[in-house]
């Protein structure tokens, strides 16, 4: 879905009912569970929770303008997806998710490289993204995207 909110909160508002529904519970999940720097935002059109240029100010080495991204959460046409840079970069954060989401939920995982595609609202596993949420910090995630910087 295209959407060009320019605020979290509008970009709820312009949802249909049922997806405002999910979309406020991943919000309420994600920022009852983000360790402390991280900020919500429009990232990419999408509800971002990004390292602020006032904590990174090198910003996101594509687009140095623009807050260093993390976590972003989209209603898209068939599903809900969520955007997880920390599982593309941390392979062993990735084994643990692919391992604890048959315990949160009946669905068979649908995941591309940072992309979790949820297609049943009524199986998202908000406790494991809860978990997820806690296991990097700020600082974590820039010393990692740093370190894969580095490599590039």
Not at 21 to 46: C, N, Q, W
Not at 139 to 151: F, G, P, R, T
Request: hydrophobic share 35%.
């Amino acid at each position: 879905m295209s959407n060009q909110a320019l605020s979290p909160d509008e970009y709820e508002n312009l949802l249909t009912d049922d997806r405002k529904v999910i979309i406020a519970r991943l919000r309420k999940t994600i920022l009852d569970h983000l360790p402390p720097g991280f900020e919500e935002t429009i990232s990419y059109g999408m509800i971002g929770y990004v390292v602020p240029k006032s904590i990174y100010p090198a910003g996101y080495h594509c687009k140095t303008d623009e807050p260093l991204p993390f976590l972003s959460i989209a209603s898209q046409k068939n599903f809900i997806a969520m955007y997880h840079m920390g599982m593309y970069a941390n392979e062993k954060l990735l084994q643990w998710f692919q391992d604890e989401y048959p315990k949160h939920a009946k669905s068979k995982l649908d995941m591309g490289k940072s992309c979790v595609r949820f297609k049943k609202m009524d199986d998202i596993p908000f406790s494991l993204i809860a978990k997820l949420a806690q296991k990097i910090t700020v600082e974590d995630w820039i010393k990692c995207y740093e370190s894969m910087l580095k490599k590039s």
